[in-house]
């Protein structure tokens, strides 16, 4: 388990030169009626990948191609859905052999204007006639992409169906739970989402909330603000070493928010 994270481990996690490298990698657990160890780390090395720029984003993306890593864990994309006027991005993949399952992936935050002003309109708006609000960011990122991109896809799954993020990403498979029903989400480094009507409202779905240690992003925006954490709580922690030079590395609260100590910070 390494120690130290570097700035591209936060910034850039797609760059990484590998992916789903554990051997042999653990069979996924679609009919698991609980909390599962194994479709964490699935769930948090698709987060980690699906910051990985290709061919439908930059025109000479890193090699090997996204898709590759997907084949390799034994996947494929379905559809990759972006919404430029939001800065919204995420793919559906799903598995080419036994275990079928199926998996709903949500980017987290770039280094994009966009993403920052989705992060920040944290005012609630309603959702229902129950009392619940949620962050108003969160909620226009989805709407630009659950009609045009996300239900179409969702209608096609026949098999046991995940949701999934980080940061951001997490937000939003939240999020998409009160639209639909998954069988399970897990969620990386969650931010808010909504006040306590919201969490009340799908107490029901079975939502695991992954904190990495000091995680900074898992404390905003403020309870002070009427927010309330949704899902049910699992704490992961790691060995970090900092830096004697400021900024060198990120500090211990940026760092536990990295995918890739997501990722190594869950047991097999």
């Not at 080419?96 to 994009?112: D, H, N, T, Y």
């Not at 969702?154 to 980080?166: A, C, R, S, W």
Request: net charge negative.
């Amino acid at each position: 388990m390494r120690t130290i994270t570097t700035w591209s481990d936060l910034l850039r996690p797609g760059d990484a030169p590998s992916f789903f490298d554990r051997n042999p990698l653990p069979p996924f657990e679609p009919n698991a009626s609980g909390y599962s160890v194994t479709n964490a780390w699935w769930m948090a090395e698709l987060c980690r990948l699906i910051y990985r720029h290709d061919l439908e984003e930059d025109a000479s993306p890193l090699a090997p191609h996204r898709s590759a890593f997907l084949s390799k864990a034994g996947l494929r994309q379905r559809v990759f859905f972006n919404a430029p006027e939001t800065g919204t991005q995420g793919f559906l993949v799903e598995s080419v052999q036994a275990p079928l399952f199926a998996a709903l992936v949500f980017r987290g935050s770039e280094q994009e204007v966009k993403d920052v002003i989705a992060d920040f309109k944290a005012i609630r708006e309603p959702l229902g006639n129950q009392g619940a609000s949620v962050h108003e960011g969160f909620q226009e990122a989805l709407d630009s992409v659950w009609d045009k991109f996300v239900t179409p896809e969702l209608d096609k799954v026949k098999v046991p169906i995940f949701y999934t993020g980080h940061s951001l990403g997490a937000a939003l498979a939240v999020l998409a739970t009160a639209r639909r029903k998954p069988n399970a989400a897990y969620t990386f480094g969650s931010p808010l989402v909504g006040n306590e009507a919201f969490a009340d409202s799908i107490k029901n779905v079975p939502i695991y909330r992954i904190v990495d240690g000091s995680d900074v992003v898992t404390t905003l925006p403020p309870e002070v603000l009427g927010y309330q954490h949704a899902g049910e709580l699992h704490r992961i922690d790691g060995v970090h070493k900092s830096s004697l030079i400021p900024f060198v590395r990120p500090p211990k609260r940026l760092a536990d928010h990295a995918p890739i100590n997501y990722v190594e910070r869950i047991e097999q």
